[in-house]
């Protein structure tokens, strides 16, 4: 009886913890996971990394400290990212085996569980704003290929021509790549002051892809998944590993059921069930209380974290 009175006092506690927005904010970053290796990049190379990933976190910052919603900051830090050639997402998008350039976003809300993702575009400048509309002004959650980009067009947004992912870096890559298998992707999670997760996911796949392959990012669920009772994830990596594993909701889920914090039910799922299934890859995530978890199994990944308790950091190699 006693047992029983101390356990649901401590669900309330925690479940109150949860939704009683405390002015704690934060968020963090990623932009890919992979053979990312000190002795691989050259000091100017890591110098525009850090930089760019340095912009885009203070934008995202800027907008939670000043009371702008986890949704605004999530958008805006990922559109910095899509813009700057060094991600593989909008502008720096790998190629397909066919070389063109398809790419996949999703975001999620996780105070409403709404959600929107596309899947294969070619033309559109910021895949993750048109995922944004897709959750906001559409009755669907994911759209895919013409459809898509018609609906792009319908809502106002930039479409560009192919020729603008153009990228000799990435155009080598796929060269290469016709050896061997690369990925990388950006993303962002963030807690705003009113206590509101927000999660964002986007991505050209993975280089060398074929017959309008997708992967986890645009998954929700899989690469992209928001809740305010437990986390907002977004993860990067080789897809399919993710997708078969339900890699984002697996960790709200570890959570909610089994009472695990944020960055164990995240080490369990990166660096146990995935590395042990041969999954490489990483993630980010917040819960509902500002903390913060970037695991990954490979030799990098970027990422960076800014927190209102003043912490913050941009990382590339292990540490
Ligand atoms: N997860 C992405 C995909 O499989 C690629 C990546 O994160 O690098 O499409």
Redesign the pocket.
Known sequence: MIKNSILVFILIISFTACNEPDENFGLVIHG???LIKKENMTPELEKQYETKLTEALAKGYSILKSGGSSRDAVEQTIQIMENSPLF?AGKGAVFTHDGYNEL?AAVMDGKTLEAGAVAGVRNVKNPITLARKIMENSAHVMLSGNGALEFAREQGLEIVDSSYFFTERRWKSLQKALKDK????V?CVALDKEGNLFAG?S????TN?QYG?????PIIGA?TYANNNTCAIS??????F??RYTVAHEISALMKFKNYSLDDAAKLVINGTLKKAGGE?GLIGIDCKGKITMPFNTPGMFRGFATSDGERGIFIYKE
Do not use: L, Y
Not at 182 to 185: D, P, R
Not at 203 to 206: R, S
Not at 213 to 217: E, M, T
């Open positions: 890919g996971a992979g593989n996949d690369k990925f990388g992707t993303g996911t991505t050209g796949g993975m892809k392959r997708i992967g986890d990012s690469g993860a990067t990596g080789h897809g399919e993710f997708i890859g």
